[in-house]
């Protein structure tokens, strides 16, 4: 496997996230709320996820195990639309507590979660990072 655009869209828009979620959730939290950079951040954040799940439908491994190229991995696509999904209808309802759970949710499950099964050695990323770094030892 090698860099193709997909994976480059993909990976930048996932560290752009993986940076992005903190911010915008950190930004309603304490008793000094800035809902405007809430808003503006979580906008943000929600376009990166947005653009990251559909890029990785465009990501194949004919190498691991999977169905036509998608692997277990490619299962938190739809959890990530369903999870923004959910977000915003809560939102639209009016439920807060319920929109700051499931955006919780989703940032944990779709950037740690699946940052982390993307640093595996046996992935493309894993093999880069970490050969890189053992290639220095």
């Known amino acids: 496997m090698s860099l193709t655009p997909a994976i480059t869209i993909h990976l930048s828009a996932a560290l752009a996230a993986l940076v992005t979620g903190p911010v915008a959730l950190w930004a309603r939290r304490g008793r000094t709320q800035r809902p405007k950079l809430h808003r503006a951040f979580g906008y943000a954040w929600v376009t990166l996820m947005i653009v990251a799940a559909t890029s990785a439908l465009f990501i194949h491994d004919p190498v691991l195990p999977g169905i036509a190229g998608f692997g277990p991995i490619h299962l938190l696509v739809p959890v990530t639309f369903g999870g923004l999904f ?3 209808r809560s939102l639209a309802r009016g439920d807060i507590a319920g929109h700051r759970k499931t955006m919780q949710r ?4 779709a950037c ?4 982390a099964f993307t640093l595996l050695p046996s992935r493309y990323l894993g093999q880069l990072v970490w050969g890189q770094w053992l290639g220095l030892l």
């Open 86 to 88: 959910t977000a915003f």
């Open 112 to 115: 740690l979660v699946a940052g």
């Open 106 to 109: 989703t940032y944990v499950s």
